[in-house]
């Protein structure tokens, strides 16, 4: 698969972490993008090397397409799965059309998003604000002392505004290229 190196260290990530839980148990990584990006069709998405398309699990284990609707559908090692891409890596956002996934607040729906899952991901270094979530939330939360949950909410943005204030930038509680680089 084709991506940025922030993407594929984040599978990587993602793939280190579930083989620890479930490892007679592999996912399956689809659609990243292109050698050297470009158009992908169908897909509007997948130019930069920032998407990933990922299977949903089965209950029989089989490396297969399923859908949600489908009896072979694992919902709960697929939240398991979903959860993780959370925890690992820089998730921007994920759409995946399962509505108890949905309603746990891991997904959103797209259209056309009921037989695989699509995670898309901030570049390394890329700016965080509150709302955001992922691996990058959890760095930013550790090195300010904080419990990383991966969360960017209110004590995250005080924290960061306090560290700006600290070392002579706007206290806007956003971490751009100057907090990130401080």
Known sequence: QFGQKSTIDAAKAVGTAWNGL???????????????????????????????????????????????????????????????????????????????????????????????????LRARGATIRIGDRGSDVSEVQAKLGLEPDGRFGPATQDAVEQFQANHDLVPDGVVGPKTWAA
């Open 22 to 120: 479930n490892p007679d148990h592999a996912f399956s990584i689809g659609q990243i993008s292109l050698k050297g990006g470009g158009e992908m069709p169908p897909h509007k998405s997948h130019r930069v090397g920032l998407d990933v398309d990922v299977r949903p699990m089965r209950t029989d284990g089989a490396n297969e397409p399923v859908t949600i609707t489908d009896p072979q559908y694992d919902r709960t090692t697929t939240t398991e799965l979903i959860t993780l891409w959370w925890q690992k890596a820089p998730v921007q956002s994920l759409f995946f059309n399962d509505p108890t996934v949905i309603a746990a607040g891991l997904s959103q729906f797209v259209n056309n998003h009921h037989h695989h899952f699509h995670v898309r």
